[in-house]
């Protein structure tokens, strides 16, 4: 009912209904409908113009969106254990890992809670939820596919590198919209504010994903990565990070999306290293070419 009201601008009305729904839910805060009430809640105080109110119920908003995600993952994280072969200390101390960066990536989005008041950036940042929410069903299939200890370690070092990554571009895109809203601001404690926030997040910004990406690989692939510098001198550090992700058989397009370039940009890099490996007059992909190289 509350949504009715929302939508016929009858603010009022609809924050009635929502903060009852609130109270009735106020034991099991963590809910879809709980969510949703919430989220009437201060899209009203928007449209009331009562931003202090919109904000505070936004960082609420969060923090129950973020604990029901964090259920649907802590289910579907426990369904892939139960159905590996095998539990080792490698996997347990991966799970850890993964716990304490999802709780810094809570950190930073309550960071933003406070200015996350206007309805445009909502929407982008549903749209990356729902961009997360795909890329973690694809390391799932990819996970399944997995029958041997070093497919499994595979797995782990991309579906990392593939969450960082995200959630790099995530901190990198907030900043640009929150750069934005800072240059139309017009009152001076605003852009202040602004500016505060700004630096944290480029403070917590983690420029070497792809340095650590790297170096677990060699861990990992020792011989291939020794054997293809031996062999490719010449490479630079991002036609090496090219091959890697080639060697473990990402398309294109898995690629595109892990790097955020552009598919034409992916296509050229693979021209030009296919000419570095001498493989231009040569029917073989280089996928094959580089598995081939122990």
């Known amino acids: 009912m509350s949504d009715f009201f929302l939508k016929e601008k009858e603010n009022d009305s609809a924050l009635f209904y929502a903060k009852k729904a609130v109270q009735e839910l106020k034991k099991n805060p963590y809910t879809l409908n709980n969510q949703d009430a919430i989220e009437v809640i201060y899209k009203a105080y928007l449209n009331k113009k009562q931003y202090d109110s919109a904000a ?17 993952q ?17 996997a347990v101390q991966k799970l850890e890992v993964e716990k304490e960066e999802s709780k810094w990536f809570m950190i930073i ?25 795909i890329e973690q069903a694809l390391i799932q299939e990819k996970n399944k596919e997995l029958n041997s200890s070093l497919d499994q370690k595979n797995s782990e070092l991309v579906g990392k590198t593939m969450i960082d990554a995200h959630k790099s571009n995530m901190v990198k895109s907030i900043i640009e919209d929150l750069k934005l809203i800072k240059r139309k601001a017009s009152k001076k404690e605003t852009q202040l504010l602004l500016s505060e926030v700004l630096k944290k997040l480029e403070r917590d910004l983690n420029p070497d994903i ?11 692939h020792p011989s291939f990565f020794n054997k293809l510098v031996e062999k490719h001198p010449e490479l630079s550090s991002k036609e090496r990070r090219l091959c890697i992700l080639l060697y473990l058989d990402f398309s294109t397009k ?20 296919r000419n570095k490996l001498n493989l231009t007059n040569k029917k073989i992909n280089i996928s094959s070419y580089l598995r081939s190289v122990k």
């Open 56 to 72: 505070s119920y936004f960082e609420l908003y969060n923090e129950v969106r973020d604990s029901v995600q964090l259920e649907k």
């Open 74 to 90: 802590a289910i579907n994280v426990e369904r892939i254990k139960l159905q590996q072969e095998y539990k080792s200390r490698l």
């Open 109 to 133: 989005l309550g960071l933003l809670c406070v200015l996350l008041f206007l309805a445009i950036i909502l929407i982008k940042y549903r749209n990356k939820i729902a961009y997360n929410k």
């Open 210 to 220: 792809w340095k650590e990406f790297e170096f677990s690989f060699k861990q990992v």
């Open 254 to 273: 898995e690629i595109v999306k892990l790097t955020g370039v552009s598919y034409k940009s992916v296509e050229n890099s693979r021209t030009r290293l």
